[in-house]
Every structure is written in structure tokens, then in C-alpha cells.
T-cell receptor, first 114, second 114 residues
Framework: DTGVSQNPRHKITKRGQNVTFRCDPISEHNRLYWYRQTLGQGPEFLTYFQNEAQLEKSRLLSDRFSAERPKGSFSTLEIQRTEQGDSAMYLC????????????FGQGTRLTVV | AQSVTQLDSQVPVFEEAPVELRCNYSSSVSVYLFWYVQYPNQGLQLLLKYLSGSTLVKGINGFEAEFNKSQTSFHLRKPSVHISDTAEYFCAVSSNFGNEKLTFGTGTRLTIIP
């Protein structure tokens, strides 16, 4: 168990550019979640996958955001035409299905849009 | 929909003193309750969770929390804190519908004073 891995750890981009983040969950976990955390706030749910199916998307996930999880393994989160308001920590988490299953979080990708 | 309120954004406590971090929640359905800790430059770690059964839940590092349904609270306590407990603490809820997405509070920064 190597934990949930996120890359890159930090990303600085110019407004209007596209960025993509990667999350590698714990290998046997079939559920994968994306959260966003801004300064002084708790993490906010963005979307989640069960295997390769994206089952729920938050209203926070505008049309500029897209997430994929091909083959139910790693996941990518892409933000198109970044805006300064997109600056945040993007967290990935994974778990097995089931209420008693524990959710493990990655260290996050910190995005700064300048 | 659920919401979580953490009444204290910052709590300073002397080393070896007791501490209580407060959490109240609102939900129209039954929920599961969690406390997570975030140490500097680390991912969120689960401290403890309440799913059902005994309302007093014991977690890691000597922390415990008590679920009070009538007061919709899930306060976190530790009888004697250490310098290493300095961190951000997040209360979270999930519905019992089975998708296990978490709704977090805004966090409480616990600072231990030597």
C-alpha cells in the first residue's frame, strides 16, 4: 500500500491556460473522489468515480472542468481556460465501496493561477 | 443536503491541558460522522468515525468523540494534548445512501502552547 499519489504537487499557470492533474489511487480501491480546498475552507466535493464510471458531479464542477478515470485505475482532472478563482488545493481520495470502508487522501496538487 | 459547522476556527491550548473541538451538523437524513486531521504538508488522515452503535467513539492518538443526536453534535476531545497534536482538524459527514462523499466543516486550527 503506497497510498494515494498525486502529481504534480504544485502547479503555477497563467490565466487562460489548460492544466491537468493526475491521481493514482490505492490499487484495489474502486472508488475515487476529487475535492477542492481553498484557503481557510474545508475540502469541497467535486466528483467521484466507481471504477471507470463517473457517478456524481458537484455544481462546483463547471464546464471548464473534466475528470476521467479510464479503465478504473488512475484519474485525471483537467481545467480548461484557468481563472484566478481556480487557485486551490485539489485533493484526490480513494476507498473501497461500502460505508465501513476508510477513505484515504492524497497530499494534493496546489494550483496557483497568475 | 448536509452541512457542518465548526464553531472555532482557532483553538490555542497549553501542552498537557485538555481540549474540545466543537462540531455541529445539519442533515435531513441519517448521517455518518468523521473527524480528520491535516498536519502541515500532509494529506488528510482519519482520526475516528461514527457509523452506528456506541455514541462514544475512540480514535487514534488518544482522541475521542461523542455523537449527540438530539444536539446534532460530534465534538472531539483529548484529555491531555501534546506539541505533536498541532494541526488542522476537520469534522465531516456523509449520508448513509452509500456514495460516501464527505461534506466538511471549515476546520479548526489547534495550536499547542509549550
Amino acid at each position: 500500500d503506497t497510498g494515494v499519489s498525486q502529481n504534480p504537487r504544485h502547479k503555477i499557470t497563467k490565466r487562460g491556460q489548460n492544466v491537468t492533474f493526475r491521481c493514482d489511487p490505492i490499487s484495489e480501491h474502486n472508488r475515487l473522489y476529487w475535492y477542492r480546498q481553498t484557503l481557510g475552507q474545508g475540502p469541497e466535493f467535486l466528483t467521484y468515480f466507481q471504477n471507470e464510471a463517473q457517478l456524481e458531479k458537484s455544481r462546483l464542477l463547471s464546464d471548464r472542468f473534466s475528470a476521467e478515470r479510464p479503465k478504473g485505475s488512475f484519474s485525471t482532472l483537467e481545467i480548461q481556460r484557468t481563472e484566478q478563482g481556480d487557485s486551490a488545493m485539489y485533493l484526490c481520495a480513494s476507498s473501497l465501496a461500502g460505508v465501513s470502508a476508510r477513505t484515504f487522501f492524497g497530499q494534493g496538487t496546489r494550483l496557483t493561477v497568475v | 443536503a448536509q452541512s457542518v459547522t465548526q464553531l472555532d476556527s482557532q483553538v490555542p491550548v497549553f501542552e498537557e491541558a485538555p481540549v474540545e473541538l466543537r462540531c455541529n451538523y445539519s442533515s435531513s437524513v441519517s448521517v455518518y460522522l468523521f473527524w480528520y486531521v491535516q498536519y502541515p504538508n500532509q494529506g488528510l488522515q482519519l482520526l475516528l468515525k461514527y457509523l452506528s452503535g456506541s455514541t462514544l467513539v475512540k480514535g487514534i492518538n488518544g482522541f475521542e468523540a461523542e455523537f449527540n443526536k438530539s444536539q446534532t453534535s460530534f465534538h472531539l476531545r483529548k484529555p491531555s494534548v501534546h506539541i505533536s497534536d498541532t494541526a488542522e482538524y476537520f469534522c465531516a459527514v456523509s449520508s448513509n445512501f452509500g456514495n460516501e462523499k464527505l461534506t466538511f466543516g471549515t476546520g479548526t486550527r489547534l495550536t499547542i502552547i509549550p
